[in-house]
């Protein structure tokens, strides 16, 4: 994914930082012999509950685009022909999702016969799921054609006035369609569980260039006519538009940069290790199946850090800082190539098959090519950052999966399945070495390739071609206390970097005034490990040591986005003032997720603070993208909430 709160790392570490050792067992202990074993959830793990589609009837095995681009509207407006696998012969109705889609015309035909209409109704809609579109099918009808328009406020699409743009000329638009937000923009089953290929023809004003997800044309003829082609089957959240005004860039023989003129060059600097990070994927995981890998950078309103549509990554502008220090965003999105493209969690309930493997891969990915030290305080990073956010995760959300949950899957997305997972993966690794584990993970691929999986087909599988081999390395009841239990096994083995202590020696230096900032080895120092000096601040730190800290490394004046997630919450819970100015620009310039939330969380956490978050969101709202105003709407209602109840205990006698 996304990753929403994406652990999208800083790539190039300082020589400097040289130690680095990881402390490991090489067997983690397995449970006491009298543990219970929890369990899988009884339940059916195939259903998905964010989709109405009837997939035991109907299967999409074929999507066919023909859409016009309406800029003055804010409407994709056309057809969407959908070819279906019957499963069930006698099946008399086709529901699929949407999300406030105005359909013109519905009509249906048996094979490669005529077109007939046919009748169709649009349930009433539910504010997060849309509404179901309930097609009678004629005898045998296999295929199906939808004309419709989209609304101006489909969460799938952002549309950006040419002032929101890196040039400043043209209009822009942009597509997110995971989890459920394809459906606001294409009528479908908007389900993981179901793949299909798809044909697209996108017209477009003459001035601007189409891209998709899919077969790309860089040297396209700019006539506001393009056709695209997906040869192989994905899932829906994986459908991905942009048009604009886009340049392309070579950095390799199968990979490229698209991105407005003005940064173009930039970001092919940026990326120029892409083929690189390709050809190791390769070594490690088997081949890359979807032909060219490509990224399209966005403007800076793109929610997240990145996003894998498969043959394009759409990727954030806020990478792009000059000395590639944060391009493992490549290193994540290359890894969903094959874990969550490849092999694709069947529903949101098992969104750790996608993401957990995802940032392990990406480790992995990110050692190989920049050195052990670095792979080691990667994982640590990630490590940390579960063990501070795992409290805070409601109990029922802090296993990899259980029974499937009701409600938008874009809340359950959270850093759980990202770092738990890739933490399960690296206890695995440890238990059975890697050699042996990275076999496993390339015939997992390899024989899923194309699929849709369950977390209860992984453990099938990890019982099958690892774990019944040799059960003392890693007992199957300890995989499963990894997969449903809310707490992590007391066996778990986490990883260490002597770089990191290194730098929390001087953390404590500094704070008990054995040294001062200037003393702190700046130079040395990257944004690894600035961030991880400063989460590891206590609350005792005052504004004053803040200043000094300010003075010493110029973090307010830093145009680093993943340093200022960490220093301008700090400095906004330690009243340093002179932050002020830097937070409200921050806000206002940034619409990724993993940047703005924790600003506005530190924010919302005070009265004066409320007041200064609603005032900037109401200057910032309109620039952010639907699924980030969603985002931060719920934050700022939930700190009202919370102070109005506040205010309501404290005036009872």
């Known amino acids: ?46 259903r998905d509950l964010a ?16 859409l016009t681009v309406d800029f003055e509207q804010r409407r994709l407006i056309g057809s969407a022909e959908l070819k279906l696998q019957r ?22 035909a048996v094979g490669e016969g005529a077109w007939q209409a046919t009748s169709y109704k649009l349930d009433a809609a539910d504010p997060v799921l849309g509404s179901a579109l309930r097609i009678a099918l004629p005898a045998g009808a296999d295929r199906v054609r939808i004309a419709y328009r989209t609304s101006p406020e489909a969460s799938g699409l952002q549309w950006l006035a040419p002032v929101q743009t890196a040039g400043k000329k043209q209009p822009f638009l942009f597509s997110q369609s995971q989890t459920i937000h394809a459906r606001s923009w294409v009528p479908l089953q908007d389900t993981p569980g179901v793949r299909f290929t798809y044909e697209a023809r996108i017209r477009t004003p003459k001035n601007l260039l189409a891209v998709m997800g899919a077969e790309n044309e860089a040297k396209a003829l700019l006539d506001g006519d393009y056709s695209f082609r997906m040869p192989q089957p994905i899932p829906s959240y ?4 942009a048009v604009g005004e886009l340049g392309f860039a070579s950095t390799g023989p199968r990979s490229g940069i698209y991105a407005e003129p003005a940064m173009l060059e930039r970001a092919a600097r940026e990326f120029s290790d892409t083929e690189k990070m390709i050809e190791v994927a390769e070594k490690l995981y088997g081949p890359y199946r979807w032909g060219r890998y490509d990224l399209l950078i966005l403007p800076p309103s793109f929610p997240f850090g990145g996003m894998e549509n498969p043959r394009l990554t759409f990727a954030s502008p806020t990478v792009i800082v000059g000395d590639k220090s944060l391009v493992s965003l490549v290193a994540h999105e290359l890894a969903h190539s094959w874990s969550g493209n490849l092999v694709t969690n069947a529903s949101w309930r098992d969104f750790w098959l996608n993401e957990g493997f995802t940032s392990y891969v990406t480790n992995r990915l990110m050692e190989a090519v920049y050195g052990r030290e670095r792979g080691d305080i990667e994982r640590v990073l990630e490590a940390e950052e579960l063990k501070r956010d795992l409290p805070e995760v409601p109990e029922a959300q802090r296993a990899l999966a259980g029974p499937p949950q009701e409600g938008d ?65 890693f007992a199957p009841e300890l995989a499963r206390d990894w ?34 900032a200037s003393q702190l080895p700046l130079s040395a120092w990257s944004v690894l490990h600035w961030t991880y000096f400063l989460d590891g601040l206590p609350e005792r730190v ?16 830093s145009q680093n986005r993943f340093l200022l997630r960490s220093w301008l919450p700090l400095a906004i819970r330690h009243g340093y003032g002179a932050a002020d100015e830097a937070v409200r620009q921050h806000l206002l310039t940034v619409g990724r997720m993993y940047y703005i939330r924790p600003v506005y969380q530190a924010l919302l956490a005070t009265e004066a603070g409320r007041a200064r978050a609603k005032a900037i969101y109401a200057e910032a709202r309109p620039g ?10 719920k934050l700022i209602a939930e700190a009202e909430a919370e102070a109005q109840a506040r205010a309501q205990a404290a005036t009872k006698p």
């Open 542 to 557: 005052s504004a004053s040591q803040l200043a000094e800290l300010d003075a010493a490394a110029r973090l307010t004046s």
């Open 624 to 633: 952010y993208h639907p699924i980030a105003q969603a985002s931060i709407d």
């Open 483 to 516: 997969i449903y239990q809310p707490a992590l096994p007391a066996s778990t083995q986490f990883p260490a970097s002597d770089a990191f202590e290194k730098v929390a020696q001087a953390r404590n230096d500094w704070l008990d005034g054995r040294i001062s």
């Open 238 to 241: 994986l459908l991905a538009l």
């Open 409 to 473: 899957p874009d809340n359950f997305a959270g850093a759980v399945a990202y770092n738990r997972g890739s933490l399960f993966l690296y206890n695995l690794e440890l238990a059975f070495g890697r050699e042996r584990f990275d076999a496993f993970l390339r015939e997992w691929f390899d024989r899923n390739a194309f699929t849709s999986r369950t977390t209860e087909d992984f453990l099938a599988f990890l019982d099958e071609h690892l774990l019944k081999a040799q059960p003392e390395r």
């Open 51 to 66: 989709s109405y589609a009837n997939v035991e009837a109907l299967r999409l095995s074929a999507l066919k685009l023909d």
């Open 87 to 108: 499963l069930d012969a006698a099946a008399k109705e086709l529901v699929l999702d949407t999300r406030a889609l105005e359909i013109a015309e519905v009509q249906a």
């Open 1 to 46: 994914m996304p990753r929403a709160a994406a652990l999208l790392l800083p790539l190039l570490l300082l020589t400097a930082m040289t130690s680095t050792a990881c402390r490991r067992s090489e067997t983690p202990a397995s449970p006491a012999a009298d543990t219970q074993a929890p369990a899988a959830p009884k339940v059916d793990p195939r």
